[in-house]
């Protein structure tokens, strides 16, 4: 990737991740905003590279890159048991028309997606435990951490698009990488005073980690 590219990656090759310049640019980091969103934003999308590491593909690879499972039988076990759960969540999503996420192709990124964002509200979190956090524009601290998170996939696609990415794209479409990750974390329930069973609140949340 060139410098001015808005883009990250995780090589298992190398274990290592990639942040060029391109993505830690307004509107996706933004050093003249609070942490909440900054954390959710781009702390995020560091979360979802580092998840990498441990998803169906990354956990193959050991430390210095070589192609070794490390895992032990039971550890794997029951990692594929956790991940089964957001494979049969992201295959009830509607792409267009009657096309639904193969969820077999986009679980790897989902769990990603998942894993991340936790990983960066943790790490927000223990940064802001001994600050007095007030509200900005009228949104409390965490509802600021999930706006963030959403910001980064704001936009919209051509039909044709999304048709030739339902069969190729390993990633979900935009809309679900934010909906279907914040509905299985209870943090945002709160954040938002979601109930159980409302939209963005499921009942059977998938946790892997």
């Not at 050991?62 to 089964?84: C, M, P, V, Y």
């Amino acid at each position: 990737m060139t410098p001015p590219t808005v883009d990250a990656y995780y090589k298992p090759q190398m274990n290592d991740i990639n942040f060029p310049a391109g993505v830690l640019q307004p509107p996706l980091y933004d050093p003249k905003m609070d942490d909440a969103p900054n954390y959710g934003n781009t702390g995020a999308t560091i979360g979802h590279e580092l998840t990498h590491g441990f998803d169906d593909e990354g956990r193959q690879f050991d430390a210095h890159g070589n192609l070794k499972d490390w895992w032990t039988a039971a550890d794997a076990k029951q990692f594929d048991e956790r991940i089964s759960c957001v494979r049969n969540q992201y295959a009830q999503y509607t792409i267009i028309d009657d096309i639904k996420i193969n969820s077999s192709l986009t679980s790897g990124e989902d769990v990603a997606d998942l894993g991340g964002t936790l990983l960066a509200y943790i790490a927000w979190k223990h940064a802001a435990a001994n600050k007095n956090l007030q509200q900005v524009d009228g949104l409390t601290p965490d509802q600021r951490f999930f706006i963030g998170m959403a910001q980064w996939a704001c936009g919209d696609e051509h039909q044709e698009l999304k048709r030739m990415r339902a069969t190729v794209d390993p990633h979900s479409p935009d809309q679900y990488r934010i909906n279907g990750v914040v509905s299985d974390l209870p943090e945002f329930g709160q954040a938002f005073s979601c109930k159980p069973g409302q939209p963005m609140m499921r009942v059977n949340a998938c946790r892997v980690w």
